[in-house]
């Protein structure tokens, strides 16, 4: 008999503590306490299983107890020889984990039950996690210089801001190069009369949907809107557009359909929910070609819907790359008819109970695998249906199948294919698509903890697979009637050690004469090779074109020229790699910028117990994002992520490789990113700052000498882009048919001498507040100046969208009278 998933799972109440993060430097102290409410003995030989980032040492853990890594960031919790669990009974295990622990994305998540004597596993759910509340939890080291960002630090930080009036506020998002609005009005309705050219049917299509929510019937009749191609007086480039709106006409000239699209959606942020335009004169073309979003749906998978909604966003703000991020060790995302095995087992995540092959839980995704964020994929329709979506929102959608590192979930898939096929007798056609060499003793371990997630790259099955794969993507491409220029094929982390113990991989080398660096150069040239011969341009992560000299990563001159894409990602200030970019685009690549210290939007907005994701290269705020200089970093250099001023010396871009930076990208991995709402929060409005900086015209920071002056600048631009955000960006997005879950910055605090006094990051944004213990909402007072508080014991907090919606509370306790 199969056992089922046991949905009524034992009541196990689990606590985590981080302890210190003061251990050493690169260790923190931490305590789970396990206590079991169930009523019932547990079986002995239970082990509980979860996952965490932080690597458990385990020669550390408590006496008695056992914590063994599986493989990734799966543990398993046990006590050998140990008898049953009895109720009541409360296990607490101390332990040692590598690094630190300062946030909720440190603790450990995702636990299930494995009970004694072979019952069915059962999902526990996370941990209550104890509050990070003494300086030894909140630093990750004694040289932390990095202050939490509490209610003081924000009040601190926010200080430099004011409210502007609303005509210092920019109304368009990017900011356009030329606007002039004089004063009188324009009224659309539903019903208005759209003139358009037979070549912008798609463009009139997505007008007639936009004026859909608008009055059928407005004063005096509705204005006319006229499409056409042409000319724009005085911009450059396919997606330049000419705006006019005079009170009875509006005119959108474009250089081509797309430059039309994106006067579309500067009309449409023009326009008031009743249709009310201001009459005037707009003149834009984007700085940079190539304005991109990286989406990850391997490590959570992302339905359709999710996808279409974020792509609706990337166009209203004028992003035109979608870099899909299909494939990655915890999972494969899309259906390939030739290979069901990538997505029957590729895409399903969780602990079996039938025997059949899966991926095992990684990022809390749990025990069981149906209805898990950790299971999923695309059918070849549903993948149709999202280029299309693309498409017609002028959006490129970049395929990326990782490769020959984070490539687990293909090397497992493919393995059991090969299993199956053997059993089956079919010797030759097991072999056909394998990715791993069954005999390689290799030792390593990836940045997250795989010992095995490695295409060995010396098979000649692995060109098979690469070219049956990019054949079949070429096909549904064809079938959605959408170009596909380039492929993504990652390139990045591939582990010191991998390969080292294959006969294959050595046996080629030792042919060839080769060194690793050789043997991973030629696996780079066949996988080029393989998209050149399907009409595909080839793009990697910045590894593909590094080599390695001695503790150096410089740039490879074999791959530079055309056709070669390289995203360049590791740049943490103190890495030593802040100018990658510039060196490779000084070696003739063409370079997407996608730098994690200002466009990683999986990192967290700041160092606070309380902020959801990783902050391997920083903290990453929407003020990062805006105040990037694409061309010239160094000229708003930032600190390392420890808080201190890194002492780099850059190599500066040359004039002639200016035109290489093809644009920038953000990158939203999915490791954090475990529902909708989740990945609203990370992505906005974090990409509005990107999206601003990828197409306004340069603000010349770094062209102004005096370091205070630039800085004065810098602050000003900021100013006005966080008052667009709290009055005119968010509101908007509260008007959405849905709204958006994006991020509400919490409020600064502070109480002095009995008074306090508040403020918040994005001007416009209400900040509402409570002296009686309960939770700020938006029928609580709204804080409009200082307040005497002499008589509260504590203060609550919140700022509040248009639609009630709170920020995470504030909570300041006051000293007893």
Not at 115 to 144: C, K, N, T
Request: aromatic share 8%.
């Amino acid at each position: 008999m199969i056992p089922t998933m046991d949905r009524q799972a034992p009541a196990i109440a689990i606590a985590w503590e981080c302890l210190s993060n003061y251990t050493r430097d690169d260790a923190f102290s931490a305590r789970f306490t396990l206590r079991n409410d169930s009523g019932e003995p547990i079986a002995s030989g239970w082990a509980i299983c979860f996952n965490t980032c932080r690597k458990v040492l385990a020669d550390s853990v408590s006496e008695g107890y056992a914590i063994a890594h599986l493989n990734g960031d799966l543990f398993s919790l046990s006590m050998p020889g140990g008898g049953p669990w009895l109720p009541g009974v409360t296990h607490t295990v101390d332990y040692e984990a590598l690094h630190w622990a300062i946030s909720i994305t440190d603790a450990p998540l995702g636990f299930y039950l494995l009970p004694g004597e072979g019952g069915a596993p059962s999902d526990l759910g996370d941990p209550e996690i104890a509050p990070f509340a003494r300086p030894e939890q909140r630093h990750r080291m004694r040289g932390d210089a990095l202050p939490t960002a509490d209610a003081a630090w924000r009040f601190g930080q926010n200080a430099a801001l004011h409210l502007l009036p609303d005509e210092a506020v920019g109304r368009i998002t990017p900011r356009p190069r030329f606007a002039h609005f004089d004063g009188r009005r324009c009224v659309l309705s539903r019903h208005a009369p759209l003139g358009y050219e037979r070549a912008l049917w798609n463009e009139a299509s997505l007008l007639a949907s936009m004026l859909g929510s608008l009055p059928g019937l407005v004063p005096g009749g509705s204005a006319d809107v006229q499409l056409e191609l042409g000319e724009v007086e005085g911009m450059e480039g396919p997606e330049a557009y000419l705006l006019e709106i005079e009170p009875g006409r509006v005119r959108i000239r474009g250089a081509s359909p797309h430059g039309v699209f994106n006067g579309l959606q500067t009309l449409c942020q023009l326009m008031a929910p009743d249709g009310v335009l201001p009459a005037g004169r707009v003149l834009d073309a984007p700085r940079f070609g190539y304005r991109g979003m990286m989406l990850d749906v391997a490590r959570h998978f992302a339905g359709v819907s999710t996808v279409l909604r974020l792509l609706d966003c990337m166009a209203g703000y004028k992003l035109n790359r979608f870099h899909f991020h299909l494939t990655d060790d915890e999972g494969w995302r899309l259906a390939i008819g030739a290979l069901p095995e990538l997505t029957a087992i590729g895409a399903r995540r969780g602990v079996s109970l039938d025997g059949s092959p899966c991926l095992p839980p990684s990022f809390g995704s749990g025990a069981g695998i149906d209805g898990s964020a950790g299971s999923g994929f695309y059918t070849a329709s549903e993948f149709i249906t999202i280029l299309r979506h693309a498409h017609a929102r002028h959006i490129e959608v970049i395929p990326e199948f990782n490769m020959p590192g984070h490539a687990r979930a293909a090397v497992v898939a493919m393995r059991e294919r090969c299993r199956r096929l053997r059993a089956a007798g079919d010797i030759e056609a097991a072999g056909e698509y394998l990715l791993d060499d069954p005999d390689d003793a290799s030792r390593y371990e990836s940045v997250q903890l795989w010992h095995d997630n490695v295409i060995c790259i010396a098979l000649p099955s692995v060109d098979r697979f690469i070219d049956t794969v990019v054949g079949e993507v070429c096909m549904l491409y064809r079938e959605a009637g959408v170009p596909l220029r380039v492929i993504h094929t990652g390139g990045d982390e591939v582990p010191v050690g991998a390969w080292l113990g294959s006969p294959v991989c050595r046996a080629r080398m030792q042919e060839r004469g080769w060194s690793v660096q050789q043997l991973h150069d030629d696996f780079v040239e066949r996988c080029r090779s393989i998209l050149a011969r399907h009409g595909v341009e080839f793009a990697g992560w910045d590894e593909t074109a590094l080599v390695r000299e001695g503790d150096r990563m410089l740039p490879n001159p074999r791959f530079a020229g055309a056709g070669f894409h390289v995203y360049v990602w590791n740049n943490a200030w103190g890495s030593g790699q802040e100018d990658c970019a510039y060196r490779l685009a000084n070696a003739g690549y063409d370079v997407v910028l996608s730098n994690a210290a200002n466009l990683y939007f999986d990192l967290a907005y700041a160092k606070h117990p309380q902020e959801p994701g990783y902050y391997w290269a920083g903290f990453v705020g929407t003020r990062n994002a805006f105040g990037f200089c694409p061309l010239d970093i160094g000229a708003m250099a930032g600190t390392d992520p420890m808080g201190r001023t890194p002492a780099a010396t850059l190599q500066p871009l040359d004039a002639g490789a200016r035109g290489r930076i093809a644009g920038l990208q953000g990158q939203l991995w999915g490791e954090n990113a475990r529902s909708r709402a989740r990945l609203e929060y990370l992505a906005l409005p974090r990409l509005i700052g990107l999206a601003e900086r990828a197409w306004t015209p340069d603000p010349g920071w770094q062209d102004i000498e005096d370091l205070h002056e630039r800085a004065a600048v810098a602050l000003r631009d900021w100013n006005e882009f966080a008052n667009r955000l709290g009055q005119r960006e968010l509101p908007r997005l509260d008007r959405a048919r849905r709204p958006w879950d994006y991020r509400l910055p919490p409020p600064g605090a502070i109480v002095r001498d009995g008074v306090l006094h508040a403020n918040v990051a994005l001007p416009g944004l209400a900040v509402h507040y409570t002296l009686d213990g309960l939770e700020p909402t938006s029928r609580s007072p709204r804080y409009a100046g200082p307040v005497a508080v002499d008589d509260a014991r504590e203060v609550k907090l919140a700022s509040v969208d248009t639609r009630g919606r709170a920020s995470r509370i504030v909570t300041l306790t006051l000293e007893s009278p």
